[in-house]
Structures are given as structure tokens and as C-alpha cells.
């Protein structure tokens, strides 16, 4: 593993340089290796962290859905399990892909994993619960369950797992390998939902709901409870509703109009690591001039110079060090030439100006001149999310509206759900810049956010929509749309809502890590999700 491997090496220098010096002088280790060194410890103890407040946060608030001190500890276990499977058999997948996931994929797995299962175990749960009102045998009752739920489950969870496949298109390795393991770990809390738990329900019995457990002829209390008759009160003035919800989704997304994408790399880390101090003594002691790196085959070296100062944006270029032999650029003799730019690091007209050398550098094929260095590493990242983005957000709308297609047989009501969808997502990217600005500081959002922001909300908020519109779909067919729907509602609204909230705090829980990044794709995905329960879904 290349990274352990800079990593172990980082240590070692840090280790060795801080060896004998005199009372006072601080050593720190910066550049491209120490960032990188630091950004995978970050996540040395940062997974138990996650994972331990994720649990917590499952447990107390399934306490809370059920009322039960006994229930919650059954789809805790099997969605632990579920986890703990996950971690191990998504890092070997990933692996038979010839890839290797950074330490941010088990945060981000733990939590999909627990979020989407301990939903799909919600919704299995209540309507067990409503079918051993029906059944005196707890078997029959679970079967019925089981062929009502399992259709959303089946379809919800086919949705993420595309979704998360679509990762693998990605031109960055970590991105690809997050895809596949996250996949890998949906369907195993998926499997777990539909065969584990029905079967762990099942062996307990009726009592597993003390102290209230259903009995046969009961009350179904959904059905005069607080969200038929929001269904009642919303289906005499559906426009007005609709308006509403459509301006109040309006009015966030149009806070996402000044979004700035692309953080330094000092301000990725919520607390400032070694490379991040070192880095600001470097600024602030030989100023913050933007260099990058270019080489050149031996002999080509005062062209390539000369070259370089006639782009835009560049202050000077100069040759940096004697010839250089390198394995990689097989075995070819190379110099390498240092260019200063006269823009902010990370700008855009550092960017542009980087454009520009490479451009130029075209034109001059025998020099063999390519340019490199932490600033162009950073360019060839961005454009890399920016064509991700393109190409595989138009793939994730497509897949998630076939699966609505062959899940409703309907061209409608398809494309009505993925345009709420689209709709909550962009509010809450809106709602979230707001935060970002004007409470937390942030000057822009790191360049992994939007994607993976967008995958995480669409994927895991049509699955509330998915769970509605199949109950409704059933209902219909006896009652009628307008009552079907009303009922179907009522029926899932206490597990919808239950179901959001759960999510929605679970993906909060990643701000509990060290890095931007993940605190800032767990509050825009925080407030999607609950945009999705609470409005949209109304």
C-alpha cells in the first residue's frame, strides 16, 4: 500500500529530524508526502469514533420509535453485523478491482450501512407490527409482511447499489473504490433486512413489542393518527400544498447560487495537522509565492524556459536541479525547471496558468516537458470531479428513474418523484452554503462534496418516496387513488418519519471526523433527508 508505505516514512523523518535539536526549535515536516501522511492518521482512531457514535445515535432513537426496551436490539444487531461484513468484504472487493480504499471509505460505508439498513429494517418492522393485527400465527403475519415490504426494500435498495456503481466510472482511484465497497455493503444491509430480521423476529414472538405488543382484531391507531389526517387536510388543497412546498424548496436552492467549490489543502482538516503548521511557517517566513514543477529531457531545458515565461500568468521559471534519472519516465535524463506563477495559490488564474504551460508544452513534443507539483495535482483532481460530475450524475438520475419505471409502470409519476428529489437536493445544498458562509466559516466546499452529496441524497431520499408511492400503488387498487394514497400515507408516515430522522443523524454523525470534507457531505445530506421526510414527502 503506497500510502502506508509514504506514511511509515513520514514518521521516520519526523522522527530523525526532531533528534537532537536545541531548546526552542520546533521541526515540522510539510509538502506533498507530510499531507498526505496526515490526512490517513486523521482516521487513526477516527472509524471506532464514528462507529461508536453511530451506534449510539441508532439505538437511543430506535428506543424512542418503538418504546420498547427490549425491540431496538434486534435490528441494532443484525445491521451491526450487516456493518461489520461490510467493512471486511467491500475492502476485498474493492481489492479484486485492483483497488485500494483510503481510510475515509469505513466512515463513510459505516454509515451508509446503518442508515439504509436500519431503514429497510423500519419499515419491515411496521408492517410486521400491522399484520399480526391480522394473523394470529406470527409466521403468516411476517409472510404477509414480507410480500408488502419487500417490493420497496428490493427497489430501494437496487437504487443505492446502482447509484454507488455509477462511482466506478470515476477517473480517481479513491472514488472508485468508495463505490464499490459502499455498494458492496448496501446490499449486504439490504439481504440482512429482508432474510436476518424477518427470521430473528419471528423466533421472539409477539412479545418482542412489550409493552405494546399487537393483538389480533386490534386498533390500527395509523389509521386515525396524525398523518391521515395531514393526508386529509393536504388532499383537499394539493396545488396550494404543492405551491408551498415548491417556493420553500425554491427559496433554499437559490442560496446554492454563490456556491465556490475547491478548498486549500490546509483548509481540509478541521484541527491543523503537522503539514498544515509547517505549511504556514513556509508562507509566512519565505512568503507564498505558487511554484510548480516542471521537467524537461536533457538538452531542452533553456527552451522549455524560455517557453514557460511567455505564458500568461507566469512570473518567472528558472532550471532547479542537476539532471535526474527516474524509473518511471524510463530512464530518460531529465531536468527539472521550477515556475512561478503570479497568482494565489489555488486560484483560478493559477489553474488557468498551468492550462497555459501544458498547452504550450504541447507544441513541442521532442522536449518531453510535463508539468507536475502540488498545484497541478490539485488542477488534475478538480477536473477530474468536474468531469465525474458530468458524466455520472445524468447516469444516477437515468438508473433511478428506470427502477421507478419498472417499479410503478408509470412515465408520470416517475419523473414527478426524481424532480423531488433533484428539487430537495438543491435546497439543501443551498441551506448548507448558507451554513457553511455565515456560521462555520468555510470560504467554499471541498471539491468531493457536490458528487458525493448528490449521489448520497438522491439514491437514499427516493427511497422514502419509493416506500409512499408502492404502499400507495397497493392501496389504490381496493380504495381508490385519492383514499389510497391517504391511507398509504397514514400507514407510513410514523416509519417514514422515524426512518428520515434516523438518517439524517447518522449522517451528521460524520462531522465527528477530522476531515471538511465528511462534515460538510453529512450536513447537506443531513438536511436533504429531512426535506425529503417532512416536506417534499407531503
Do not use: H
Amino acid at each position: 500500500d503506497e500510502v502506508e508505505i509514504v506514511t511509515e516514512r513520514v514518521e521516520e523523518i519526523r522522527e530523525l529530524a526532531a533528534q537532537g535539536m536545541p531548546a526552542g526549535l520546533e521541526v515540522y515536516l510539510t509538502g506533498p508526502e507530510g499531507f498526505q501522511a496526515d490526512l490517513n492518521n486523521v482516521f487513526a482512531g477516527a472509524d471506532f469514533t464514528l462507529l461508536l457514535s453511530t451506534v449510539i445515535v441508532v439505538a437511543v432513537l430506535l428506543l424512542i420509535t418503538y418504546r420498547s426496551p427490549v425491540l431496538w436490539i434486534v435490528p441494532l444487531l443484525v445491521v451491526g453485523t450487516a456493518d461489520g461484513m461490510a467493512g471486511q468484504l467491500g475492502r476485498q472487493v474493492a481489492t479484486l478491482f485492483g483497488m485500494v480504499p483510503d481510510g475515509s471509505v469505513t466512515g463513510i460505508l459505516s454509515v451508509l450501512v446503518f442508515g439504509a439498513g436500519t431503514n429497510y429494517a423500519l419499515l419491515m418492522i411496521s408492517r410486521y407490527r400491522e399484520e399480526l393485527l391480522k394473523y394470529a400465527d406470527r409466521r403468516d403475519a411476517m409472510r404477509a409482511a414480507w410480500r408488502g415490504a419487500a417490493p420497496a426494500i428490493i427497489a430501494s435498495g437496487l437504487t443505492v447499489i446502482l447509484a454507488l456503481s455509477t462511482l466506478t466510472l470515476a477517473g480517481l482511484e479513491g472514488t472508485r473504490a468508495l463505490g464499490i465497497a459502499c455498494a458492496t455493503g448496501v446490499f449486504l444491509a439490504m439481504i440482512s433486512a429482508l432474510f436476518v430480521l424477518p427470521a430473528a423476529l419471528v423466533s421472539f414472538g409477539r412479545w418482542i413489542f412489550w409493552p405494546v405488543a399487537p393483538k389480533v382484531g386490534g386498533v390500527n391507531k395509523s389509521d386515525s393518527g396524525l398523518w391521515a389526517k395531514l393526508g386529509r387536510g393536504v388532499s383537499k388543497r394539493p396545488i396550494i400544498v404543492a405551491l408551498v412546498g415548491l417556493g420553500i424548496l425554491g427559496g433554499l436552492a437559490s442560496g446554492a447560487s454563490g456556491v465556490q467549490i475547491g478548498l486549500s489543502a490546509n483548509d481540509r482538516f478541521v484541527s491543523k495537522p503537522e503539514a498544515v503548521v509547517g505549511a504556514e511557517y513556509l508562507s509566512a517566513g519565505f512568503g507564498s509565492e505558487t511554484t510548480v514543477d516542471v521537467i524537461a529531457k536533457n538538452g531542452f531545458e533553456d527552451e522549455v524556459v524560455a517557453a514557460a515565461k511567455t505564458v500568461d500568468g507566469v512570473k518567472d521559471a528558472e532550471v532547479a536541479t542537476l539532471p535526474i534519472t527516474n524509473e518511471v519516465l524510463k530512464g530518460d535524463e531529465y531536468t527539472k525547471i521550477t515556475v512561478t506563477l503570479e497568482a494565489e495559490s489555488l486560484s483560478q488564474d493559477a489553474f488557468d496558468a498551468i492550462k497555459g504551460l501544458r498547452a504550450e508544452f504541447e507544441t513541442m513534443a521532442d522536449a518531453g516537458a510535463l508539468v507536475g507539483g502540488q498545484e497541478a495535482q490539485q488542477l488534475d483532481v478538480k477536473s477530474s470531479y468536474e468531469r465525474d460530475q458530468s458524466l455520472i450524475i445524468p447516469i444516477i438520475l437515468g438508473l433511478v428513474f428506470i427502477v421507478l419505471l419498472l417499479l410503478l409502470r408509470s412515465l408520470v409519476a416517475p419523473v414527478l418523484l426524481l424532480l423531488t428529489v433533484v428539487g430537495s437536493f438543491f435546497a439543501s445544498l443551498g441551506a448548507g452554503w448558507l451554513i457553511f458562509v455565515n456560521v462555520l466559516g468555510y470560504s467554499a466546499l471541498d471539491l468531493s462534496v457536490y458528487l458525493f452529496s448528490f449521489l448520497f441524497l438522491v439514491a437514499l431520499g427516493v427511497d422514502y418516496n419509493i416506500f409512499l408511492v408502492t404502499r400507495a400503488k397497493e392501496e389504490s387498487g381496493a380504495l381508490g387513488l385519492r383514499e389510497g394514497m391517504i391511507k398509504a400515507l397514514s400507514s407510513t408516515g410514523g416509519v417514514i418519519t422515524s426512518a428520515g430522522i434516523l438518517l439524517a443523524a447518522v449522517f451528521a454523525v460524520l462531522g465527528v471526523l477530522p476531515l471538511i470534507a465528511l462534515l460538510q457531505i453529512g450536513i447537506i445530506v443531513c438536511i436533504g433527508v429531512l426535506l425529503d421526510t417532512l416536506l417534499v414527502r407531503t
